[in-house]
């Protein structure tokens, strides 16, 4: 089981900064299979990014995603208040598909 | 556009059978994969399980002797069922869609998402 380690567990941040999102995984994502997801309280996850670095339809360019191997990054550039919520990455390269514990991102 | 729907039980009796339904409009269930996850506040996110085609599924090896999905493509739904639950099945349960038509993208929509709690 691939174990995904998320780092950091909060950051704290203003509106207009930058967000940057570590996702580490045990072992080698099989072909980069790796998402990101929003989930703000009371809500489902939403998924921003897929394989690692492919926008899903809709979500902003302000979100950007880069890595390969075990290290992937999420970026937010420019964060809106609608950004402050939390962040999991999730590989879906081999089973079982795993998730990682989540970054909070909460206004400074 | 297209929506998932959990419907089943809020509350399961422990060593009992936990059963949901996730209801699918805006898409056919005869194509793409469709799934489960649950979320815990101690576990986080946990994949369960998807099923695809005419009924093959992959399950979660954690929970793979406990769990059995189906579909029922005349009322485009979807079903899971967990055997032999304990309190360390509550969660909220989603269902999800993971595309591959046109686009492969994972995860890429979800229910409201159902909280089963396991209690005597």
């Known amino acids: 089981e691939i174990v995904l380690t998320q780092s950091p567990g909060t950051l704290s941040l203003s509106p207009g900064e930058r967000a940057t999102l570590s996702c580490r995984a045990s072992?080698?994502?099989?072909?980069?299979?790796l998402g990101w997801y929003q989930q703000k309280p009371g809500q489902a996850p939403r998924l921003l990014i897929y394989h690692a670095s492919s926008r899903a339809p809709g979500i902003p360019d302000r979100f950007s995603g880069s890595g390969s191997g075990t290290d992937f990054t999420l970026t937010i550039t420019r964060l809106e208040p609608d950004d402050f919520a939390l962040y999991y990455c999730?590989?879906?390269?081999?089973?079982?598909?795993?998730f990682g514990q989540g970054t909070k991102v909460e206004i400074k | 556009q297209m929506q998932l729907k959990e419907s089943g039980p809020g509350l399961v009796k422990p060593s009992e059978t936990l059963s949901l339904t996730c209801t699918v409009s805006g898409d056919s269930i005869s194509s793409n994969y469709w799934g489960w996850i649950r979320q815990t506040a101690g576990k986080g996110l946990e994949w369960i399980g998807h099923?695809?085609?005419?009924?093959?599924?992959i399950n979660n090896p954690s929970l793979n002797s406990r769990v059995n999905m189906s579909l029922d493509m005349s009322k485009n739904q979807f079903s899971l069922t967990l055997r032999s639950v304990t309190a360390a099945d509550t969660a909220v349960y989603y269902c999800?869609?993971?595309?591959?038509?046109?686009?492969?993208?994972?995860?890429?929509?979800w229910g409201q998402g159902t909280l089963v709690t396991v209690s005597s």
């Open positions: 072992q080698s994502v099989s072909s980069n299979y």
């Open positions: 999800v869609r993971t595309r591959i038509l046109g686009i492969y993208l994972p995860f890429d929509s």
């Open positions: 999730q590989q879906y390269g081999s089973s079982p598909l795993t």
């Open positions: 099923i695809y085609g005419v009924g093959d599924t």
